[in-house]
């Protein structure tokens, strides 16, 4: 088999072959004689950096055998040529941390990180480099099915139909490292997460793969996601509520409390009102104490309701505030979600809701200022009971970001967040619909 030279500006920086090509090659003897052909290539993974070829798999006789790559002429000739008499002839047996590029790579799913999607490899380049190959870049582009037809028919000598026009067109590998692994090997998954790249995507990117995953690949997602409990509580936030349900059901009450507890509130509460009946009570018993008295209480409220809606996260100050400190008690409140950072609400001692003052309002008001003397003194708000479509009604009519609710007596209890209007006003079916790029994604290229 011939090298591909290295394009001008392309990924390899020496010689290249692609592993397609490479599988099936004839394995011979120092002498030339036929021994076996070669089934597959095993690489370590080394973190950021790329996979480094350690062995090949022969199938010799029908058994699997191991091939140290040292004991190999070259992997670019038309055949494998060993280099020593001396041939392991017991079957394979995948060490710790090796991956079988054709077993565990080849015509499997990645994630393509920049697009955050889940893509096929359809071919994997190596190249050599100091001395060693690596994989350097995957072909994730789909192989018209005319082409197919027209290899199988080429590979068994039976004509076939003329080629597809996409046939004649070269492979586009883009480089490994731009690539998640979805390798479904727990032997290789320690030296993977270190690296693990899908940490790079938002908390909604990871929901949405996971959305579109097998349940194979679901494992292994959240097998990388689960190391950061931070992020695993964020994506689970961003889930389809059914899919939720269903991963969180396949845990025990304690580990399911455990991702609910760094959850907001009101994520939270939803997720164990999707949970069998049997099982809502011992996990909400498991939360930690401030947590479960936040999710009692948003559970005492119908879902379709704007108490069912809101958020219990809220910034306020007492009606004789200057502005310097509600702008303090805004800096304080690092562990509420920004959205909720967007308005300050004052209360007298009562908690009855006097007025609220808009964040930047207050950045742009004088510091001594009393907040009464900047804040809307007769602010929107709804009651518990209030429909969601009426509070998305309001938010759109008046153009706010939160919305307060009160109770009878016109204390605050909760406050509503746009982002929360908009996840139950679009439609069932929004979470389908593939992601606008942005107008930079490919940096400028055409494809």
Known sequence: MSTTPAPAGGLSGFRTLHLSKLLRQPVTDKDGGSIGRLSDVIVRLRGADSPVVTGLVATVGGRSLYVPVEQVAGLEGAELRLTSARLDLRQFERREGEVLLRA????????????????????????????????????????????????????????????????????????????????????????????????????????????????????????????????????????????????????????????????????????????????????????????????????????????????????????????????????????????????????????????????????????AKAVGEVFDADPVRVGAATDIVDVAVLMSDYNLTTIPVVDEHQRIIGVITVDDVLEVALPVDWRRREAAEPPDARGGRQQ
């Open 104 to 367: 565990d790579v080849l015509g499997h799913r990645l994630i393509d990180v920049p697009s955050a999607q889940l893509v096929r490899a359809a071919d994997l380049e190596l190249a050599q480099r100091h001395g060693e190959w690596v994989v350097t870049g995957v072909d994730s582009r789909r192989r018209p099915r005319r082409l197919i037809g027209a290899l199988a028919a080429s590979r068994s000598g039976r004509p076939g139909r003329p080629a597809h026009p996409a046939a004649s067109a070269p492979p586009a590998f883009r480089e490994w490292g731009t690539f998640e692994p979805l390798i479904g090997h727990t032997g290789s998954a320690q030296s993977r997460r270190p690296a693990g790249r899908i940490r790079r995507l938002r908390p909604a990117q990871i929901a949405d793969l996971l959305e579109d995953a097998s349940r194979a690949e679901e494992t292994e997602i959240l097998g990388q996601v689960g190391a950061d409990p931070e992020l695993e509580a964020d994506v689970f936030e961003e889930l389809d509520e059914d899919l939720a349900a269903r991963l969180l059901g396949a845990r025990t009450d304690a580990e399911i409390a455990a991702v609910l507890g760094r959850m907001r509130a009101d994520d939270a509460a939803d997720a164990i009102a999707e949970l069998p009946q049997r099982r809502r009570q011992p996990v909400l018993d498991l939360l930690p104490p401030v947590q479960q008295a936040k999710v009692r209480i948003l559970m005492g409220f119908n879902p379709a309701s704007a108490g069912g809606l809101m958020g219990v996260d809220f910034v306020t100050v007492g009606a004789d505030a200057n502005v310097a400190s509600a702008l303090a008690a805004v800096a304080a409140a690092t562990g509420l979600q920004p959205e909720a950072l967007t308005s300050v609400h004052v209360i007298d001692e009562n908690g009855r809701l006097r007025g609220v003052a808009r964040l930047v309002t207050l950045v742009q008001a004088d510091r």
